[in-house]
């Protein structure tokens, strides 16, 4: 039961985050220093929380039933909603810039588009392949998506972006359903 307290206040917190974020993202009073940080403060404490949640998952007793399914659903909402920041985090020690106002940095080629969607969609379909015990699951999701992207990978920004982006958010994906599995194994 802690587990699942956890992992709500992790999607609570990611979704509290969101405006107070976007808000500084797009606040030219900003550096980008200060957004970045926002987004490690952030990352820091969901990182707690899932760290919490398996610690709390792994000694409980499992759970059956509509408890269980129930579980793996938050799993699957909490890594949806809960990687943004963190890969963000990723990105930003990658070097790559992160926030599309980026005002303290001068004028570079374009970011991916739609990364932010994409990586939900792709943290829920890598998070729920894994909770239905269908990793194929995963290739398929990242087969699809290296093939949409794959006219813009030849750019050099662009390759790097995805790659740990796509890392990024595929090992927070396989955390959260992880948390899942263990709280009902």
Known sequence: MIAIVLLVAAIAVALAGLPLRSRAAHDRARTDEQVRRIDLVMTVVLAA?????????????????????????????????????????????????TRSENYDDPEAEPMLRGGRIIGVLERTGVAASLILAWPAGIAVILGIKGLARFPQLREHHASEQFILGTFASVLWACAAAGIGFLIGR
């Open 49 to 97: 929380l899932f760290g919490a949640a398996a610690i709390a998952a792994a000694v409980a007793s499992p759970m059956t039933g509509a408890g269980r399914a129930a579980v793996e659903v938050i799993a699957v909402v909490a890594a949806a909603v809960t990687g943004g920041p963190v890969v963000r985090v990723v990105l930003a020690a990658g070097g790559i810039p």
